[in-house]
């Protein structure tokens, strides 16, 4: 195992304790729950505190704080990854969109201006064709 798995089981681990100890602690005191009862088929159960069999009053919660601590991964997830895509998604694709048009409009108007412009090119290419040879001095021959 690399340290670096090891660092993130151990701290994972951590967690998991920390939010059983916090959902214990939430659910052995929480406040106004004296009347706090669940009825199942008819059976009513007293919720409202610690029931004192400790294991029972741990286990309660540790699912409470297991049950926090998902609720945390999962919004940490959704602002960590969904919000970052959807915004690169909606923002960014229409962008990128607007830039490909941007270029071909920019190689559509190239394209047109070099065929309009193609025969004044072509004779500024003849003339400066022509004043370049003119100043060019005559090339030496050597005879033998």
Known sequence: MTRTTRVFALSALAMFV???IAGWWLFSHMP???????RIDGETFDVSGPSGFWPADLLGGAIAGA??????????????????????????APLLVLAALSALAV???????????????LLGLGIW????????????????
């Open 18 to 20: 920390l939010a059983a």
């Open 32 to 38: 106004g729950a004296e009347a706090l009862t669940l």
């Open 67 to 92: 049950v926090g601590l998902a609720i945390g991964a999962t919004a940490l997830v959704v602002v960590l990854v969904v919000v970052p895509l959807s915004l690169l998604i909606g923002l960014g």
């Open 107 to 121: 190689a559509v108007v190239g394209l047109v201006m070099a065929t309009a412009l193609s025969p004044l090119l």
């Open 129 to 144: 064709w022509i004043a370049r040879s003119r100043r060019r001095p005559p090339s030496t021959t050597i005879a033998r």
